[in-house]
């Protein structure tokens, strides 16, 4: 069993490229993926994105959050190919949303459940990139989770919403 945990950032913000509905235009800046078979992080830039995609599909089953509705239409543009819809996963977004009804903010999310908001959001992290500061986006992205491999029976995904693996694997 291989999960993977991802996160993608972007080079633009919705303003940038006129609106949601040009989500392909955002461009990769980073995603980070953490694998519980490697049990270590991974950083891919924009060049890296073929590699990226690799391992998200090799991955028993992909876990984040809005993954369907934003990061694979990020992706989409860089691999035409590819079916997202085909590669196993578990979007907390869409889940949370048939739980409750309606949809819920990461941030939300996080302070229920741990006590404390996200450490950046999408402009935060963007500024960053546009800055150069490279190494801060990967390390940034990486303090928004917590290591799954320390409580991985119990089920922390991404350090901001709590699940046991029979949700995971399902």
């Not at 999310?109 to 500024?127: F, R």
Request: proline share 4%; aromatic share 12%; hydrophobic share 45%.
């Amino acid at each position: 069993m291989n999960y993977v945990f991802f996160d993608l950032e972007t080079q633009n913000l919705f303003q940038d490229v006129g609106g949601y509905e040009n989500v392909s235009k955002l461009l990769v800046a980073c995603g980070v993926t953490w694998s519980t078979q490697k049990n270590d992080f991974s950083v891919h830039w924009e060049q890296d994105v073929p590699a990226l995609i690799a391992e998200l599909k090799s991955a028993t089953k992909v876990i984040g959050f809005n993954l369907i509705g934003f990061d694979y239409r990020v992706l989409q543009p860089y691999s035409p190919e590819t079916r997202f819809a085909s590669i196993p996963t578990l979007d907390m977004l869409l889940d949370l949303q048939k739980i409750l009804g309606f949809r819920i903010s990461l941030d939300t999310i996080a302070s229920a459940t741990l006590g404390t908001a996200k450490i950046a959001d999408g402009a935060n992290l963007l500024s960053g990139f546009v800055m150069a500061n490279w190494i801060r986006l990967p390390n940034i992205a990486r303090q928004m989770w917590t290591s799954p491999a320390a409580s991985m029976n119990s089920g922390v995904t991404m350090g901001i919403f709590f699940i046991n693996q029979n949700w995971a694997a399902n």
